[in-house]
């Protein structure tokens, strides 16, 4: 089945641009997601791209797919304390209704 | 505009009671998941439901059950609770079909077993 794999910390300062690496293992995975969790809080969808994608670009957040080596990326510009948080990659093998596979979230530590 | 309910935020229960989370969707999706969430492991699949009476185990289906006997409400149920299911349990949704489509999450309930 999918495998979905991330770093678990980082560490940027204010202003600085984060970057959070994600790679699955099913080439068959059509969706691919960020979620973003607050502390004591559910998780939110922040972005996702489908697998036919190189890059999308939504205000402060691009998300770049390497198809090939099944890697994709976070960019966040600028980053902001309020950008603090537990960040989710997320695949969706095929479609349809095929649970989501999650990795183990990167923890996001924005330095003032 | 609340879209997935989890009926706690947080519970403490003993250990060998039967405890039952609840979660209700009011945006007429066919499937519903539970996941737990520990430090270090991100989020793994309790059970999962494609439509109403109907469940699937997913990868840790060990002292749990579910029930969905409504479309909008999926109910995870720990037959005898035990120290290490003290976890924050995670409810989401989402409809059928090819499209790709959000899923939404509750809250989250935070649980622990004493």
């Known amino acids: 089945g999918e495998d979905v794999e991330q770093s678990l910390f980082l560490s940027v300062r204010e202003g600085d641009s984060s970057v959070i690496n994600c790679t699955y293992t099913d080439s068959s995975s059509t969706y691919l997601y960020w979620y973003k969790q607050e502390p004591g809080a559910g998780l939110q969808l922040l972005t996702y791209?489908?697998?036919?994608?190189d890059m999308k670009q939504d205000q402060r957040l691009t998300v770049l797919l390497n198809k090939k080596d099944k890697h994709l990326s976070l960019r966040i510009a600028d980053t902001q304390t309020g950008d603090s948080a537990i960040y989710f990659c997320?695949?969706?093998?095929?479609?349809?209704?095929?649970?989501?596979?999650f990795g183990k979230g990167t923890r996001l530590s924005v330095i003032a | 505009d609340v879209k997935v309910t989890q009926s706690s935020r947080y519970l403490v229960k003993r250990t060998g009671e039967k405890v039952f989370l609840e979660c209700v969707q009011d945006m007429d999706h066919e499937n519903m998941f539970w996941y737990r969430q520990d430090p270090g492991l991100g989020l793994r699949l309790i059970y999962f439901s494609y439509d109403v009476k109907m469940k699937e185990k997913g990868d840790i289906p060990e002292g749990y059950s579910v029930s969905r006997e409504k479309k909008e409400r999926f109910s995870l149920i720990l037959e005898s609770a035990s120290t290490n299911q003290t976890s924050m349990y995670l409810c989401?949704?989402?409809?059928?079909?090819?499209?790709?489509?959000?899923?939404?999450f509750g809250q989250g309930t935070r649980l622990t077993v004493v």
């Open positions: 989401a949704s989402f409809p059928s079909g090819d499209m790709n489509t959000e899923a939404f």
């Open positions: 791209i489908f697998s036919n994608m």
């Open positions: 997320a695949a969706r093998p095929n479609s349809g209704n095929t649970p989501l596979v």
